[in-house]
């Protein structure tokens, strides 16, 4: 079968392997889509944290089932599914305390074991989600959307707050829109023209705002003076997230979803003036997954799409999906 691995940065090939044997606690599933996220962007060139090579990319899965066992999820042969790819271990403290979104020994797929880049994968039973009722590219971005979706539960999101989000990117715009939907109120950052449009049209975005363009004063001028009562970073840009701060209004909460892989440096008189909630949000938990899923219909799908290629392609568009000129929010590999 075919596949596609990243064995150093900068460096993808198309392979071909024996397919995957079935095995008790497992099923052997066929991959429909793969969705591509910054994770792979950075680790293809070559600043991705907690990533080593050779690595078969891929999280962002939609896929249907060739075996399985019986389950108590009454998946069966034939039905489609997502799949989350948080391997968590069951056993440390915070599987204990349910937060297996950031488990002691979390495994990623994609990440620090093979991805979904490949034609055929085995995954445990336990990260699969039936989804019949979706199409093939919902299903392929149900995972970064449940990224937004933990991000707006761990910073406790009350209707009609006003909130930034600082990053148009894929996770942002899941962000702004899950927010949307959530009740609150939306002003989106970034240094991107296109994106910012595509927030303000395509999303309903009220306020977008070009970060060139003094973002502080603007913010202050939407909010009456008062600031942003959430902020989101959904760059990873470590300027980005020490700026982050300065759209918090006092008593706020700022969540750091993007991962920088450097140390980040706040003025500790600013951040205790206004008594901040610094707060971070990693991965996602089933409960993520199952609440997108359960609202993807209110998401522009078709237009978050924006490219699409075969498997055999994928090695020669990569450098072009980060250019900002390619207009990329979210590209897509099919098989």
């Given at each position: 079968m075919k596949y596609i691995v990243c064995e150093k940065p900068g460096l993808l090939r198309l392979k071909n392997k024996d397919r995957p044997k079935f095995r008790k606690g497992f099923a052997l599933v066929k991959i429909l889509r793969v969705g591509i996220c910054g994770t792979d962007l950075h680790a293809y060139s070559g600043n991705q944290a907690f990533f080593n090579y050779p690595r078969i990319l891929g999280h962002e899965l939609a896929a249907q089932i060739?075996?399985?066992?019986?389950?108590?999820?009454?998946?069966?042969?034939?039905?489609?599914?997502?799949?989350?790819?948080?391997?968590?271990?069951?056993?440390?403290?915070?599987?204990?305390?349910?937060?297996?979104?950031?488990?002691?020994?979390?495994?990623?797929?994609?990440?620090h074991e093979d991805g979904g880049m490949q034609e055929e994968i085995l995954v445990r039973e336990d990260l699969l989600l039936k989804s019949n009722h979706l199409t093939f590219e919902q299903m392929a971005i149900v995972e970064p959307l449940a990224i937004g979706a933990h991000a707006i539960r761990r910073a406790g999101l009350e209707k009609n707050e006003k909130i930034v989000v600082v990053g148009s990117g894929p996770i942002g715009i899941?962000?702004?829109?899950?927010?949307?939907?959530?009740?609150?109120?939306?002003?989106?950052?970034?240094?991107?023209?296109?994106?910012?449009?595509?927030?303000?049209?395509?999303?309903?975005?009220?306020?977008?705002?070009?970060?060139?363009?003094?973002?502080v004063e603007k913010v202050k001028e939407i909010?009456?003076?008062?600031?942003?009562?959430?902020?989101?970073?959904?760059?990873?840009?470590?300027?980005?997230?020490?700026?982050?701060?300065?759209?918090?209004?006092h008593?706020?909460?700022?969540?750091?979803?993007?991962?920088?892989?450097?140390?980040?440096?706040?003025?500790?008189?600013?951040?205790?003036?206004?008594?901040?909630?610094?707060?971070?949000?990693?991965?996602?938990?089933?409960?993520?997954?199952?609440?997108?899923?359960?609202?993807?219909?209110?998401?522009?799908?078709?237009?978050?799409?924006?490219?699409?290629?075969?498997?055999?392609?994928?090695?020669?568009?990569?450098?072009s999906w980060v250019n900002?000129?390619?207009?990329?929010?979210?590209?897509?590999?099919?098989?």
């Open positions: 060739l075996e399985i066992e019986d389950n108590k999820m009454n998946i069966k042969k034939g039905d489609q599914v997502v799949i989350m790819p948080y391997m968590s271990c069951g056993e440390c403290v915070a599987c204990e305390n349910g937060k297996t979104n950031c488990c002691a020994n979390i495994k990623v797929i994609g990440v899941g962000i702004a829109k899950l927010a949307q939907i959530a009740g609150a109120e939306v002003i989106m950052l970034d240094i991107n023209d296109y994106r910012l449009e595509y927030a303000k049209k395509e999303l309903g975005v009220p306020y977008v705002v070009n970060v060139k363009n003094n973002p909010t009456n003076g008062a600031l942003a009562t959430v902020v989101f970073d959904a760059t990873g840009s470590k300027g980005a997230l020490e700026s982050g701060i300065k759209f918090m209004a008593g706020g909460r700022y969540v750091l979803v993007g991962l920088s892989k450097g140390d980040l440096v706040f003025q500790h008189p600013d951040i205790h003036a206004k008594e901040s909630s610094i707060l971070c949000s990693r991965n996602a938990t089933i409960e993520d997954f199952e609440k997108v899923m359960s609202i993807i219909d209110q998401f522009p799908t078709d237009s978050f799409v924006t490219h699409q290629v075969a498997i055999e392609d994928i090695a020669i568009h990569f450098d900002p000129d390619n207009k990329v929010i979210k590209a897509m590999v099919y098989f």
